[in-house]
């Protein structure tokens, strides 16, 4: 297999991890080597595939620096791209064979909100990771309304009920109070306005005539490309934001932002980013799209073994992944997370990439998607409860990581345990911020359940 390239920094934050009580060495396979896929039956071996600079694309430079890609039969470039829209552009024009993207652009390319096309998903890249940041001065002004513990540190998860007061005051003075966040059928735009309104605060509604989702708001949001974001902060621009890593601890890194909350903490094992390509390609290559959903599961198992975070920041340090600096990076990818300068707590779990089944494409996790696009009016007009069932299934396909985790099963590269026995549909949860339960069977119900929000006739 390959190593990587960047060997000081991955050494550099090895030793930086094991002074913490880290394991001492990461390791770098996962199983004996196997016989590797018969090239022949590779129909499209040169790929080319797309990546935001976040974090969260880790699996594509894991399989690519560790030879999982080449493991299959398969020679990858990975490509950094400009912004979310350019990625769903070139993934439909077919200049990309496929990509890292938010888990809201399949599904709204097939139910009717944006540009259309029949996009699928085989291989969801992670948990969680997200979190949400305000600038240093709404941070003072916020801080008196937010519950401490008797260390004297802020209580979490910080609701924002401890940013109303801030955002009156504003509105008091004629200013809207505005923050970004990076798509409108991103995972940060719901999340974001998930955490708003669960303390009443109206995010705005999407409407034929107003497509930024401004109607009625009161917290203006916009799009920002990720790794802008610090920058935009600290212009004044907006005045907080919801983002992936490395750019929510970037913020406290430049001492131009705090972290008031996590992903995590909004639904706990959010699904975050997925890997799409085209459904022709898939039905055009399936022995292509099998080996490159066999080398991402590989690449996500990689991930959460542990002892392997500190040379996987190694890589994603590199320019052409992340090239953000690995400091930065080990903040979050190594279990930790840094709120206020200094406030570092443990989070295992702020980036999940294999563990509780995070590699599987639930349909749940889709529907939950397709809840929040009706819910805040990106789909205009209501549907039956089938509907959301009829068309999670048309875009996200577990048949297909099943058959590539079966093959792998079958070669020892993991174990059968790591298959879920499902139907696609996770239990009901209520591992929300405000405690509301979901529930992927019934999408109409869960709609109706938000105060704030378009409601639906069952």
Known sequence: MKQPSNIFAAVLISLL???????????????????????ALIEKPQLTF?????????????????????????????????????????VID????????????????????????????????????????????????????VPKGLDGKPLHPISAESLKPVIKSYAAEGKAFKMGMVFPVS????????????????????????????????????????PQMPATLEAGTIYGYC????????????????????????????????????KDFADKYPNTTKAITKALIRAGKWLDEPGNRPTAVGILAKSEYVGADSIVLANSMTGTFEFEKGDKREMPDFNVFYRYNATYPFYSDGVWFLTQMRRWGQIPESKAADWYDTTIKEIYRPDLWRSAAEALVAEGKIPASDIPATDGYKPATSA????????????????????????DAK
């Not at 996962?30 to 018969?38: F, V």
């Not at 932002?257 to 996590?262: D, E, F, K, S, Y």
Request: aromatic residues 10%; glycine residues 10%; negative net charge.
């Open 50 to 90: 797309g990546f935001i600079k976040l974090t969260d694309m880790a699996p594509l430079a894991i399989a690519k620096e560790l030879g999982y890609f080449e493991d299959e039969g398969l020679y990858v470039s990975v490509e950094a791209q400009s912004n979310w829209k350019n990625i769903l552009d070139r």
């Open 187 to 226: 995972t940060h735009n719901y999340e974001i306005r998930y955490w708003l309104a669960a303390a009443g605060v109206n995010p705005g509604m999407y409407t034929a005539d107003n497509i930024q989702g401004q109607v009625d708001a009161e917290v203006l949001l916009s799009v920002t490309p990720p």
């Open 94 to 145: 077919g200049q990309l064979d496929g990509s890292h993207m938010l888990a809201g652009q399949p599904i709204a390319a097939g139910s009717g909100f944006g540009r259309q096309a029949e996009l699928i998903t085989p291989f969801s890249m992670d948990l969680n990771g997200n979190g949400i940041t305000v600038s240093n001065d709404v941070w003072d002004k916020m801080k008196p309304n």
């Open 243 to 278: 983002v992936g890593e490395p750019w929510n601890q970037q913020a406290v890194f430049k001492g131009i932002g705090v972290p008031v909350t996590t992903n995590s903490d909004i639904w706990k094992n959010n699904p975050e980013k997925v890997f799409v390509m085209r």
């Open 17 to 39: 991890f094991t002074a913490c009580g880290g394991d001492p060495a990461p390791s770098t396979s996962t199983a004996p080597a196997a016989a590797p896929t018969d090239a």
């Open 432 to 455: 929300f911020i405000d405690g509301n339960t979901y529930d992927g069977k019934d999408p109409i119900g869960y709609i109706n359940s938000f105060k704030i929000g378009n409601k």
